[in-house]
């Protein structure tokens, strides 16, 4: 079975029963266009059913029951949920795409929790009955609502245990674990869509992180790409993930920093992406000094290979040389020897074994061409006795000619 790695939740913008103002933050958080407006999943509960644009639908999550009219038990989703939705997900093979899905409680604590008791049990099986009954909707451009619960469908069967225990219990599977459909391929997607590693998430030690995690890094990768940066207050980013904003700023500041190595701020930097990239993350007081400001962009983890900036580069490079031409020559400099005519040759030229590495350089690159070159600078220098330039100095300049008459291919 191809398991999908597990990770954690989502971020979009909220516009529920209780509405949150979304032009209230377009200076900061909806500079780009995202796939997502809003954080779907929150920190904590904050009893309001939440409405997030995705694309052209919008979707509201925990609305009240559409077929008894009860007040909703589930009115938003954190992310704990998330973590279960994402848990379920890593059961399933991603090119099968079949929501249905079989496992054991146990198997599934310990893909979320890293370990299955009574406490990872009890709080499993407490997100199960949640999802079971969140309701949502989504509302179609033209006008039509489709209703539904995030879970579908779950079958409870008692196995025998698979391991002897002096305390027989059944051990408690989940058969036909289901995530309706348009949740399904909402969490399909979701990888691509906001640029995460989903087998991150479950890494982060914070809940906190673990939500910044699923809502910057889609944002912070089209700033960049727009020569920008990412930008927010704690205030405003605790605000729409449905975290209790700390009164005072260097309380806010606290809350980001603490812990030293573990602490928010140094989780989510050079966190990774998709594509081998990384999240970069910093805070800056902001100009009124009444807040702090999360800053964020991407780099690339590929190191870029920077050119050497020697005379003797730029000519290998004029000759059509290419920097892995240049690495492969180089390769086996360290090996390099000169045969007994180089070193008679090089005997003519004082203080050559300060040049040794240029030479051996040279010869490396230009091959049978090196003697050549050496040879006729060496004849030049026997011939002609009134040359005020120093010996090495010619051969030097030379070699550094020759680049121009022996065009590099290979």
């Given at each position: 079975m ?40 929150t ?27 009860d ?12 973590l279960i939705?994402f ?27 890293n ?38 469908n ?5 196995k025998?245990p ?8 059944p ?29 991150l998430i479950?890494?982060l030690?914070?809940?906190?992180a ?8 889609s ?8 020569n ?8 405003k980013?605790?605000e729409?993930?449905g ?8 309380k ?23 594509g081998?990239?990384i ?14 400001n ?74 049978d ?5 050496l ?28 680049f ?7």
């Amino acid at each position: 079975m191809i398991q999908h790695n597990l990770n954690t939740k989502y971020l979009f913008k909220t516009r529920p029963k209780m509405q949150i103002d979304i032009n209230k933050y377009d200076d900061t958080t909806f500079i780009l266009k995202d796939y997502f407006r809003a954080p779907i999943f929150t920190v904590k509960p904050t009893g309001i059913s939440r409405s997030v644009k995705v694309q052209d639908k919008i979707w509201t999550i925990g609305i009240d029951n559409p077929l008894t009219k009860d007040e909703a038990t589930v009115k938003d989703l954190t992310i704990e949920h998330a973590l279960i939705i994402f848990g379920i997900f890593a059961f399933t093979n991603p090119l099968e795409f079949n929501p249905k899905i079989p496992f054991s409680l146990n198997q599934l604590c310990q893909v979320i929790y890293n370990c299955s008791n009574t406490s990872t049990y009890k709080k499993a099986t407490k997100l199960l009955n949640e999802l079971l009954y969140c309701w949502t909707s989504i509302e179609y451009p033209d006008g039509t609502k489709r209703i539904f619960r995030v879970l579908k469908n779950v079958d409870v069967i008692n196995k025998k245990p698979r391991r002897s225990s002096k305390n027989y219990s059944p051990e408690l599977w989940l058969d036909g674990v289901e995530l309706h459909e348009e949740f399904y391929k909402l969490v399909y997607e979701i990888e691509n869509r906001l640029f995460i590693k989903l087998g991150l998430i479950k890494q982060l030690t914070s809940n906190l992180a673990r939500t910044i995690y699923l809502y910057i890094p889609s944002r912070a990768i089209r700033a960049t790409e727009n020569n920008s940066v990412f930008k927010i207050t704690l205030s405003k980013l605790l605000e729409q993930i449905g975290y209790p904003a700390p009164a005072y700023k260097s309380k806010r500041h606290q809350l980001f920093i603490q812990h030293d190595k573990t602490s928010i701020i140094n989780q989510l930097n050079k966190s990774e992406l998709i594509g081998n990239r990384i999240l970069r993350c910093k805070l800056e007081e902001t100009k009124d000094k009444k807040d702090y400001n999360l800053i964020c962009w991407v780099e690339s983890k590929m190191k870029t290979i920077k050119e050497p900036k020697s005379t003797l580069y730029k000519a290998f490079k004029a000759s059509g040389g290419s920097t892995d031409i240049w690495k492969e020559k180089l390769s086996e400099v360290a090996l390099c020897e000169f045969n007994s005519y180089e070193k008679d040759a090089l005997e003519y030229f004082p203080f050559w074994k300060k040049s040794e590495r240029f030479l051996k350089m040279s010869k490396c690159l230009l091959g049978d061409y090196f003697a050549e070159y050496l040879g006729v600078v060496k004849n030049h220098l026997l011939e002609d006795k009134t040359i005020n330039k120093s010996p090495m100095h010619m051969l030097n300049y030379e070699l550094i000619r020759a680049f121009k008459n022996v065009k590099i291919t290979e």
